[in-house]
């Protein structure tokens, strides 16, 4: 039986995850953060991980190969709401040991791409091969960030929360996520950590201010 650990911050997709497993007789491990996921790896090296990349404190892609260099026989489910498609094409070009399920994902995809895991095969969800083989479609207007969308980023560059932000703004909590949501898409980043490289190429914020 594959050694499989979630490595998913959120207490309901973890509680449905587990669910999930008891339901196909899987065996599973939580890690709660990176330190503990590189513990387990280091003790199973062929574990099965799904992982949330975009809310779990794996920085960028180069530390995702970085790990995948240190644990080759490792497989990745990458499960999150919302993957860039220049991130999935690089994490899949890498390695067939990575996976890519996203959270809208139909109950049966979820489960179907567990039991590919565990044999050791690649599963992309239907939606993320469309997105893959679809050409692409956005506009340069599209693609620009509105002023309330770059004061946000400027925001979450400078180690905000999103409920932070939104009592700053006198906004609600899902308002300003799906501003988060739409600021990733457009930018092309997964995560706060690759949102601050951005916002600092792009002098949204300096580098004094960002250090402060």
């Known amino acids: 039986m594959a050694f499989f650990v979630l490595a998913d911050p959120q207490d309901i997709t973890r509680a449905g995850l ?33 992982l949330d990349y975009t809310l779990f404190d794996i920085n960028d892609i180069d530390e995702l190969e970085i790990l995948h260099e240190r644990f080759p026989l490792a497989h990745w489910i990458l499960f999150s709401f919302d993957l860039s498609t220049d991130f999935v094409r690089r994490a899949i070009a890498v390695s067939s040991q990575f996976s890519v399920l996203l959270k809208d994902s139909s109950l049966a995809e979820i489960r179907e791409c567990i039991q590919y895991a565990l044999r050791r095969q690649r599963y992309i969800c239907q939606r993320m091969a469309e997105i893959l083989l679809a050409p692409p479609v956005q506009s340069a207007d599209e693609m620009r960030l509105t002023k309330t969308e770059t004061e946000i980023l400027k925001d979450i560059a400078l180690g905000m929360t999103t409920k932070e932000i939104a009592d700053k703004r006198f906004s609600s909590f899902h308002t300003v996520n799906t501003h988060r949501k739409n600021i990733f898409r457009k930018i092309g980043v997964n995560n706060v950590h690759e949102a601050t490289k951005y916002a600092l190429r792009a002098g949204l914020v300096d580098s004094a201010e960002y250090y402060i």
């Open 18 to 50: 587990m669910f999930l497993c008891e339901k196909q007789a899987v065996d599973y491990h939580q890690a709660a953060d990176k330190t503990e996921l590189i513990e387990q790896l280091k003790a199973h090296g062929d574990a099965v991980v799904m």
